[in-house]
């Protein structure tokens, strides 16, 4: 099994959570941890597009500069 087939098959057994934020609109994401610590995300209005990865430093490079104000 290749790594994007093993990848889609844990993507559907993973719990996704949005924020406490999002508004019943629609407009949101969700996130959802994966095994090896990597996180994945999917677009909550269209849930049946297959989510995207990323690794723990990914996120974790994501999350700092978030909180760096990097984009606001």
Not at 26 to 44: I, N, Y
Not at 47 to 61: D, I, K, L, N, V
């Amino acid at each position: 099994m290749n790594n994007h087939m093993r990848e889609a098959q844990e993507s559907d057994q993973v719990v996704f959570r949005k924020s406490s934020y999002s508004g019943e609109n629609g407009q949101c994401v969700e996130v959802g941890l994966a095994a090896d610590g990597g996180r994945w995300l999917r677009d909550s209005k269209d849930r049946s597009r297959p989510p995207h990865y990323f690794t723990a430093g990914e996120w974790m490079a994501f999350i700092a500069g978030v909180k760096a104000g990097e984009f606001d």
